[in-house]
């Protein structure tokens, strides 16, 4: 895994204003484990993950956390970017208009009224399908905007 990777759940926990010590005690797992997540010698199990990001208010770590260590997950979850509030809104807010405006919702659903996507209306539908992804990643980024731990540089 990348080495800012690792950091994420000390940058998190950090951010948070905990030390590895309040941290432990209420993730309820050892001062050990902590640094040994912090350190990238362990991957913590994804329920500790669950609990950081709620402890730390940082949705963006269990995204991460995912991102990096489940297969599957990265493979269906668009890759999510840091982003401003602002930045992620505008985003937003443009890929929606930009559906709405190509009638690509009224489109979809002459594609599904047969509950087929025949060999002629798979390019279509495949397209649609994208430009839903690109409005589904937008609004991860929104909803993880602003997180410090989750910011680059």
């Not at 669950?50 to 599957?72: I, K, P, S, W």
Request: a negative charge; proline letters at 3%.
């Amino acid at each position: 895994m990348p080495g800012d990777y690792r950091n994420i759940y000390k940058t998190c926990r950090t951010a948070a204003g905990l030390t590895q010590e309040a941290a432990a005690e209420r993730l309820g797992v050892s001062v050990e484990s902590v640094r040994a997540y912090e350190t990238g010698q362990r991957i913590p199990p994804t329920h500790v993950v669950r609990q950081m990001a709620v402890l730390y208010n940082a949705v963006y770590l269990g995204l991460q956390h995912l991102q990096e260590t489940d297969d599957l997950y990265s493979s269906v979850v668009p890759e999510i970017r840091p982003k401003s509030v602002l930045e992620a809104s505008a985003k937003l807010t443009n890929r929606i208009f930009a559906f709405a405006e190509s009638h690509a919702d009224r489109r979809l659903l002459r594609i599904a009224e047969d509950n087929v996507i025949d060999a002629g209306e798979r390019a279509e539908f495949d397209a649609i399908m994208e430009d839903l992804q690109e409005i589904v990643e937008a609004a991860l980024e929104l909803r993880c905007a602003n997180q410090i731990c989750g910011k680059e540089g």
